[in-house]
Nanobody, 123 residues
């Protein structure tokens, strides 16, 4: 059984941009809707963005709307999260996840998770 591997995190400054990647190493990537979540220290994991299996339907959290772009590349079994105009409040561990349908906001709908990648935004 495959698993999800995130990459692309790091330490950036306010107003910088970055792109996170999530590689699905074994599952039937095209059969799953994909989502990005994040968890800041002491806070619950929260929804960031999600994309349908086909890539035609996308949803964003209000906190990142206009600053984030989620996309997927079927040939590379990879989903991306591009974020610009980063703020210190975007600091968190970012997780990708796979759901059998979607896109969905509810964390309980996601069956498979990656290990997370840290994003730190300094002011």
């Amino acid at each position: 059984q495959g698993y999800l591997v995130e990459s692309g995190g790091g330490m950036v400054q306010t107003k910088d941009s970055l792109r996170l990647s999530c590689l699905d190493t074994g599952r039937a990537f095209s059969r799953y809707a994909m989502g990005w979540f994040r968890q800041a220290p002491g806070k619950d994991r929260e929804f960031v963005a999600a994309i349908s299996r086909t890539g035609y339907t996308i949803i964003y959290a209000d906190s990142v709307k206009g600053r984030a772009t989620i996309s997927r590349d079927k040939a590379k079994n990879t989903v991306y999260l591009y974020m610009n105009s980063l703020k210190p409040e975007d600091t968190a561990v970012y997780y990708c996840a796979a759901a059998p349908h979607g896109p969905v906001v509810d964390i309980r709908e996601y069956d498979f998770w990656g290990q997370g990648t840290q994003v730190t935004v300094s002011s």
